[in-house]
């Protein structure tokens, strides 16, 4: 398969997420949070027919990570990628399905190299990937449910080409929203998401080691907007001397159709 490597988001926000990539002249899927019909639709629309996915892998056990799974495994029999306690919720599935350890270094057969790290989001063998081209070395990465941004996170993205970067919600927003206050907690206390200005904080980090391309996505529909992440982002970055499409681009992920992503 010809062409550049690129990055798709599908789908992003707490409703459902995937993201589509094709490196190393293979087509792979991160999660696969929306129906089996969504995500059909959603890669015909990108010129991507389902069988040409060649795996599908998954970052940890929420719905919005998982939703289409068994059916899309049975309709399409892709190979499937994901730690244990992710796998452990997952039946009918027609696809050969590999366990991955949350440290794992997969080398797919004629395809890119995929890295896990683990992420302290809350449930058990949560993850990140990035994925890598062996013949270029180009990559990119996907972060999202996040919970807190560590080192080891920070120092497994660094020098990605593209970050697929979690800005789940705004912190005004969010305190004061309609959710319960549990909710908000479990949003911000850690193990949840990263707010807009974590983001922008940790892309800062990101371009000082080479990074220029960026997507925020998980948006939350209900604590968060693409404008007002979008201005976060810029204006945090703006005040630290970094000029947009000099310094670094960044793109809004849609929640419910393909966005415009990237090409290498
Ligand atoms: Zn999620
Ligand atoms: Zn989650």
Redesign the pocket.
């Known amino acids: 398969m010809t062409g550049p490597d690129r990055i798709i988001p599908l789908y992003s926000s707490?409703s459902g997420?995937a993201t589509l990539i094709k490196s190393h002249g293979m087509y792979i899927i991160i999660d696969c949070?929306v129906s089996c019909k969504m995500m059909t639709k959603a890669l015909v629309s990108c010129g991507v027919y389902p069988e040409d996915v060649s795996a599908i892998f998954l970052t940890h056990r929420?719905t919005?990570?998982i939703n289409g799974v068994p059916v899309f495994s049975r309709k399409y029999h892709t190979p499937i990628y994901g730690t244990r306690a992710t796998l452990a919720v997952l039946d009918n599935l027609s696809s050969t399905v590999t366990e991955i350890e949350e440290n794992d270094i997969i080398t797919l057969k004629d395809g890119p190299e995929v890295r896990a790290f683990p992420t302290p989001h809350d449930v058990p063998g949560s993850v990140c990937y990035r994925v890598i081209n062996r013949d270029t070395g180009s990559s990119i990465a996907v972060m999202?449910?996040l919970g807190r941004v560590n080192d080891g996170m920070k120092g497994f993205a660094s020098a990605s080409d593209v970050i697929l970067l979690e800005s789940n919600y705004d912190p005004y927003m969010l305190e004061h929203g309609e959710y319960p206050w549990p909710l908000k907690k479990r949003i911000s206390g850690g193990h949840g998401h990263i707010s807009n200005p974590e983001s922008a904080e940790v892309a800062e980090y990101f371009i000082s080691q080479g990074t220029k391309r960026f997507i925020l996505g998980?948006l939350s529909p209900h604590n968060n907007t693409p404008d007002v992440a979008r201005t976060t982002f810029t204006s945090y970055l703006t005040d630290r001397g970094l000029v947009e499409n000099i310094d670094y681009e960044v793109k809004i992920a849609k929640k419910d159709i393909p966005s415009e992503g990237y090409v290498l």
């Open positions: 707490s997420n949070g929420h919005d990570h999202t449910d998980h």
